[in-house]
Nanobody, 127 residues
Framework: VQLQAYGGGLVQAGGSLRLSCEAS????????MGWFRQAPGKAREFVAT????????YYANSVKGRFTTSRDNAKNTVYLEMNSLKPEDTAVYYC?????????????????????WGQGTLVTVSS
């Protein structure tokens, strides 16, 4: 499985961005997908996850109500819609895949369950 994330950039506080992550090499609906981020000098942290069938999502408290993750299994792509961005959202955002989820409804925030990682895309939110 290979993941390619894109869509990062510079945005003002209060603005919006949409990240995309395209997967290849595996039947996409079999992959549990997650988003993580890493700010300068900080550990990588969980942001959002979506089950293979798209029916279950889960968010970190820090982004709940502002970020939405979705997926288009026909396009092998997962999205992270980010609204009401804050300077503290500044980070490199990574998409990740769990290649062996329990089933297509499974989801998790546990970083160690994600086996494949994309290269990351930088999001910078200016105040």
């Amino acid at each position: 499985v290979q993941l390619q994330a894109y869509g990062g950039g510079l945005v003002q506080a209060g603005g919006s961005l949409r990240l995309s992550c395209e997967a290849s090499g595996r039947t996409f609906k079999e992959l549990l997908m997650g988003w993580f981020r890493q700010a300068p000098g900080k550990a990588r942290e969980f942001v959002a996850t979506i089950s293979g069938n798209g029916g279950n999502t889960y968010y970190a408290n820090s982004v709940k109500g502002r970020f939405t993750t979705s997926r288009d299994n026909a396009k092998n792509t997962v999205y992270l819609e980010m609204n009401s961005l804050k300077p503290e959202d500044t980070a490199v955002y990574y998409c990740a895949a769990d290649t062996n989820p329990a089933d297509t409804a499974y989801y998790t925030h546990r970083r160690y369950e994600y086996h494949v990682w994309g290269q990351g895309t930088l999001v910078t939110v200016s105040s």
